[in-house]
């Protein structure tokens, strides 16, 4: 039977309070209190003291931790799909000092994006592939902890390696030829792949083996609109993904083998107003909760 467990993404609801990690711990510490989530997903805390106390806080409200090295990746603009090998040694450097950190974090799972598509598409998928394979081998002094690969979209905004299922599939097919997949987890992510004009169930059918992480987040598809692409929307709009869809996503998954019983489910809705992050992570909460039903 599978378990769906709400999930929060601290790093996109609580944007404003994330930056600042005296502020972002203090705001954990207040979420901890609300016994409300199972899991949480940030950045990697830079500073060593503040990064001991959230592993305790974490440890001490039984969260599985998952920290994203994405944002952290764009701003070194490391690239582990360059076709440029000195930019993608480079890139795996960053990776991995990166990793360093969230391990020490407490992190349970690393998450991370291929980076974008260096002219030739099966290149840079081959060139992502190798940047994988070092950094499993580097993750090998750290058995308990597990590479999570998010594919972004391809034609839109990120302009991604990995995105869609044909490159998901593919990739997460050569790792299960090469008895490599026990460590690495895939996320699905609705915007992304309906961006990638993928049908959503068909996504589920197909890769939910691989995976134990939905981030619920709305698309506007309409390349007209000006919100067009992943733009981490409220739900519902002119955008695909509202309640009806997210109720229909969780039946249709109860039905899916993933690959762990424990499916963590999350909202993936960006605010940037620091007076209501409080209002839409209770928004968020009661979709996900609602969609769960």
């Known amino acids: 039977m599978t378990n769906f467990n709400n999930s929060l993404l ?3 609801i609580f944007d404003p309070l994330s930056h600042n990690e005296e502020t972002a711990l203090r705001t954990l510490e207040k979420i901890s209190l609300m016994n409300k989530y199972v899991s949480i997903e940030t950045r990697p805390f830079k500073d060593p003291i503040l990064r001991q106390e959230f592993r305790e806080l974490a440890k001490k409200s039984n969260w599985s931790l998952t920290f994203w090295l994405t944002s952290d990746m764009n701003k070194n603009k490391a690239n582990l799909s360059s076709v440029d090998e000195k930019t993608r040694v480079k890139s795996l450097n960053i990776t991995k000092d990166l990793i360093d950190i969230a391990v020490e974090g407490g992190a349970e ?10 002219k030739d598409i ?4 081959n060139q992502f592939y190798e940047s994988l394979i070092e950094l499993l081998t580097y993750m090998e002094k750290y058995p308990e902890t597990y590479l999570m690969i998010e594919p972004l979209d391809m034609y839109v905004d990120k302009k991604s390696t990995i995105g869609d299922l044909n490159t998901t599939q593919n990739l997460f097919k050569r790792l299960e030829k090469n008895g490599l997949d026990d460590k690495v987890y895939l996320c699905i992510d609705t915007a992304h792949f309906i961006l ?7 996504t589920l059918s197909l890769l939910g083996k691989y995976s134990n992480r939905l981030h619920f987040a709305n698309a506007i598809i309409d390349s007209n609109n000006s919100n067009f692409g992943d733009k981490h929307l409220p739900f519902g709009g002119d955008g695909v993904l509202d309640e009806n869809l997210a109720k229909k996503i969780i039946k249709f998954s109860s039905n899916i083998e993933f690959k762990t019983k424990d499916i963590y489910v999350t909202a993936e809705v960006r605010c940037n107003d620091i007076e209501k992050v409080w209002i839409l992570e209770d928004e968020c909460f009661n979709f996900i909760t609602n969609a769960m039903k």
């Not at 991370?112 to 598509?117: F, M, P």
């Open 122 to 125: 099966s290149v840079s998928f």
């Open 109 to 118: 799972y690393i998450g991370l994006g291929a980076g974008s598509i260096s």
């Open 10 to 12: 601290f790093s996109n």
């Open 196 to 202: 990638n004009d993928d049908d959503i169930f068909e």
